[in-house]
Structure formats: C-alpha cells, structure tokens
C-alpha cells in the first residue's frame, strides 16, 4: 500500500467530527430497532415480508456505523470490536444461507455483542492483528 494510503486509513490520532458521539448514539438506537424486528423472523420464523423492512433498517445503520470507524482510523478493524463485527456479519450470512440455523446464529450474534458491549475498554481495543505500519 502506498505510504499516503496507509497514513490516510492509519491517522496517529482517530479522526472525529463535532457531534460525532451523538450520531454513533443515534445510529446504535436505530440499529437496536432494526435488530428487534429482525428478531421475530429470525426466531420464529416468520414470513420475510413481516421484518425486511428491519433488515434494512439493521444493515442500514450498521454500514454506517462501520465506515464512521473505519474512517475514524482503520485500526478498528484489527481490534477485537472490529473483529467480532466480521464474525457476527459472517454468522448473519451463515443465517441467511442455512435458514435452519437463523435462531442459533442470530442468538449468537446477540451474546457477541451483549459480551464485547460491556468488556472492558482494554478487551475491546486489543489489537489482535498488527496493523500495517505509515
């Protein structure tokens, strides 16, 4: 990667912008509505009909919740917040792909976070790969 790339997605400080805190707060909220009503599809297996609406809503706002991260500085994709992110997406696929296994993995998806949402700030953060260096 070129070395502007590299310091671009790798600022020495995080990016933030002025009510940046209240967007993700914004967002995470409309994110938890969408996952309620996906829930019901998820778990009881309801008509698609009844919750892709949620879905959007759900996949909507946790895009724009991954790029305000990853614009902020890219490391978050190698700490372990960013990393569970991959796998909860990687099981919602799993979910869609297998729909006899939608429940387990939407209720795994629901214990990742619960777990990484309220881990210390020094879990969370970890770095569990190396980033590239600028």
């Known amino acids: ?7 671009t997605l790798f600022p020495s400080q995080a990016r933030e912008f002025r009510g ?4 993700n707060i914004s967002l995470r909220c409309i994110h938890l509505v969408g996952v309620a009503g996906v829930a019901g599809g998820f778990l009881f297996g309801l ?3 009844s919750w892709l609406s949620y879905w959007y809503l759900t996949l909507t706002s946790g895009i724009a919740l991954t790029l305000i991260y990853i ?9 372990l917040k960013g990393m569970v992110i991959a796998l ?12 006899e296994m939608r429940a387990e993995a939407f209720i795994a998806i629901i ?4 777990l990484i949402a309220h881990a210390p700030a020094r879990v969370r953060s970890r770095l569990w ?3 590239p260096m600028a």
């Open 111 to 114: 214990v990742m976070s619960g």
């Open 88 to 99: 909860k997406i990687m099981l919602l696929i799993l979910g869609l792909v297998f729909p």
């Open 71 to 79: 614009w902020s500085s890219a490391v978050w994709l190698f700490e």
């Open 20 to 23: 940046q805190r209240w967007v």
């Open 47 to 49: 008509d698609p009909e």
């Open 1 to 7: 990667m070129p070395r502007t790339l590299i310091a």
């Open 129 to 131: 790969l190396r980033r």
